[in-house]
């Protein structure tokens, strides 16, 4: 059987589909659903949400220049259902979901969601307006990360949280580990490639690094190789 040729359209998948909260700077605040988003940048560190005009979130995201993202966890995922069906302007999306505001630490406006284990604090640097969706291109200025998943060494166990991915319209959890970063090359593991895979080391923890070789917020990289 060979392969069916489709018009062009989107099907980069799996997503994340995260709840971007905002507010106005009279104070409303709201949540909406994303699934179009993405890390552009590492230093700085960088990320882009692309939103539709129409949404009651745009003009708030538009007039402060702020937003969060959200991550999301399968025990979030009616929520970010429902924040992704229905519109602030009509409903409380944070009491219909039982959300819980709180500020952020590096923005003015916008608040991050208890709830959410992560918590990435942002703000625009460019809007390119793409077409149906414009592209907000922003600066992480804070992330958030709940202490709960800290284990006793001070790692931060993302894993560990059920985070939540979106795929063709359906919402999955992530299924079982295959390996770490940079597992395929590594002596002694069961699927390395003999040993013979060229190494790739594009992304990392790196910025999570501090000058001098401290890293911040508990991250820890793992050797390379
Ligand atoms: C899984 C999922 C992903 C979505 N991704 C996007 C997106 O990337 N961009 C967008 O503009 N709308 C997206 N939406 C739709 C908005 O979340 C939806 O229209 C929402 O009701 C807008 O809320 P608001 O009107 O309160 O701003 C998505 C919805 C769902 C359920």
Redesign the pocket.
């Known amino acids: 059987m060979g392969k069916q040729i489709w018009k062009p359209g989107n099907m980069l998948y799996p997503l994340p589909?995260v709840m971007v909260s905002a507010a106005d700077r009279e104070g409303n605040t709201?949540?909406?659903?994303?699934?179009?988003?993405g890390t552009v940048c590492t230093n700085p560190a960088m990320v882009y949400?692309?939103?539709?005009p129409e949404?009651?979130?745009?003009h708030m995201i538009k007039e402060t220049g702020e937003f969060v993202i959200n991550l999301t966890t399968e025990k979030l995922a009616r929520a970010?259902?429902y924040?992704?069906?229905?519109?602030?302007?009509k409903v409380d999306?944070w009491k219909e979901c039982c959300l819980t505001e709180e500020k952020a630490v590096s923005l003015e406006f916008a608040p991050v969601i208890k709830e959410s284990p992560v918590n990435i604090e942002c703000r625009v640097k460019e809007i390119l307006e793409l077409g149906s969706?414009h592209m907000f291109v922003a600066e992480v200025t804070a992330v958030q990360a709940d202490e709960a998943y800290l284990d006793k060494n001070g790692k931060f166990d993302l894993n560990k949280t059920g985070l939540l991915a979106?795929s063709h319209g359906e919402?999955l959890g992530l299924g079982k580990k295959l390996g770490t970063f940079g597992y395929s090359v590594k002596k002694n593991t069961v699927g390395a490639a003999a040993g013979k895979g060229e190494r790739h080391s594009g992304h990392s923890h790196r910025n999570n690094k501090k000058k001098g070789g401290k890293r911040r917020g508990g991250f820890r990289r793992r050797k390379a190789g």
């Open positions: 589909a709201n949540i909406l659903t994303i699934a179009w988003t949400i692309s939103v539709r949404r009651y979130s745009y970010a259902d924040c992704g069906v229905r519109s602030g302007e999306k969706h979106y919402y």
